[in-house]
């Protein structure tokens, strides 16, 4: 079985920090996944990395996945309250390529 | 497009009631898939499906059943509902492109059972 881990479990900080939250396994997956929840919303996927060691920017966020396709962290500049939520990881796996198994989260609360 | 959507958005069982989740989406999507999400434990995959009339299990299939007909829905049902199904559930659906799909689910069906 897939196991996805992610720390910090919660992580609670004022605007204007800098954060870095992690995803790790002892799996190799082919893809791995972030997404972004609010309360009492559904996820919405913030980016997908496929290749070992790619690193990718979404404005202040900024995405890497591990050289050997079993980790991957998420920095975030200058953290705004607007960027509170849980953050989750999920890595694909399964006969297609398509189940996904997502990790805890880490729930981040940006403070004004 | 309204993307995925699912109803109810709140239910209350009884143990041994049964009850039917319903998803949609208007994506033309191949496949879609069922989650429950608990605190602390994410989402865990329930049953999939890669296309009409094709369902396969998860990871935490034991009390729900599914179903495929159309493209469009994929309803969820719980035979007889226990305690410990009381959780948040979510649908999601994306196409069976290969990597990078993105997943879009919908906004959950908060389910309880006394």
């Known amino acids: 079985t897939q196991l996805l881990e992610q720390s910090p479990q919660f992580l609670s900080i004022q605007e204007g920090e800098n954060l870095t939250v992690y995803c790790n396994s002892s799996s190799v997956f082919s893809s791995l996944q972030w997404y972004r929840q609010e309360p009492g919303e559904g996820p919405v996927l913030l980016v997908t990395?496929?290749?070992?060691?790619e690193v990718k920017k979404l404005k202040r966020l900024t995405f890497q996945f591990g050289d050997a396709r079993k980790d991957s962290s998420l920095h975030i500049t200058a953290a705004q309250p607007g960027d509170t939520g849980l953050y989750l990881c999920a890595g694909a796996g399964g006969d297609y390529g398509q189940n996904f198994v997502f990790g805890p989260g880490t729930r981040l609360s940006v403070l004004p | 497009n309204a993307g995925v959507t699912q109803t109810p958005k709140f239910q209350v069982l009884k143990t041994g009631q049964s009850m039917t989740l319903q998803c949609a989406q208007d994506?033309?999507?191949?496949?879609m898939s069922w989650y429950r999400q608990d605190p602390g434990m994410g989402l865990r995959l329930i049953h999939y499906s890669v296309g009409a009339g094709i369902t396969d299990q998860g990871e935490v299939p034991n009390g729900y059943n599914v179903s495929r007909s159309t493209t469009e829905d994929f309803p969820l049902r719980l035979l007889s509902a226990a305690p410990s199904q009381t959780s948040v559930y979510f649908c999601?659906?994306?196409?069976?492109?290969?990597?990078?799909?993105?997943?879009?689910f919908g906004p959950g069906t908060r389910l309880t059972v006394l």
């Open positions: 990395v496929v290749t070992g060691g």
């Open positions: 994506m033309n999507h191949e496949y």
């Open positions: 999601a659906s994306n196409t069976a492109g290969g990597l990078g799909d993105t997943q879009y």
